[in-house]
């Protein structure tokens, strides 16, 4: 049994000008985020291994999970496609994964996280919303079998909740 545990980054700096890659958190966000990195603990779901947006917003979002899992940076990947990536550059990412971990996370952007959840578990979340955890339940024994396992949605974790 595998999880696969989706985060929308946390509440970003709204920018007039400036390219929108660039845009960090706000403190707002930097609480939930913290905030949820500890509920996803409190609900029993450790963190293996990110893979995660290179925007700034996505890094410093999981630079707190990282550090409330204790997962090392050496086990931390930034891809490119993650950055406003669809399902298709969400599965192709989830492919390059070699270890045999139990929790992966991913950390990307809306509509993405929001419609990836929704096309891999035939589910129908509105919207992910920032700092928002989608928990996916995955029956199998090597990642290499992602993209053909059935996906259950086993619950959606909202800083609102």
Do not use: C
Not at 51 to 61: C, G, H, N, V, Y
Not at 131 to 154: T, Y
């Amino acid at each position: 049994m595998k999880h696969l545990i989706i985060i929308r980054h946390a509440k970003a700096v709204q920018h007039l000008f400036g390219n929108d890659i660039d845009r960090s958190i706000t403190d707002k966000g930097e609480k939930n985020a913290l905030l949820m990195a500890k509920r996803l603990l409190n609900e029993g779901y450790k963190i293996n291994k990110f893979f995660s947006s290179p925007a700034l917003r996505t890094k410093q979002t999981t630079a707190i999970f990282a550090q409330v899992h204790g997962v090392e940076e050496t086990n931390i990947r930034y891809f490119d496609k993650l950055y406003l990536g669809d399902t298709l550059e969400f599965n192709e990412t989830i492919s390059w994964i070699k270890q045999n971990v139990d929790t992966l996370a991913i950390v990307a952007h809306n509509p993405g996280v929001t419609n990836f959840t929704n096309d891999s578990t035939h589910s129908h979340i509105s919207s992910l919303p920032t700092s928002g955890i989608a928990i996916v339940e995955l029956d199998i024994n090597d990642w290499a079998d992602f993209e053909m396992a059935p996906k259950k949605l086993i619950k959606v974790l909202t800083p609102n909740d």
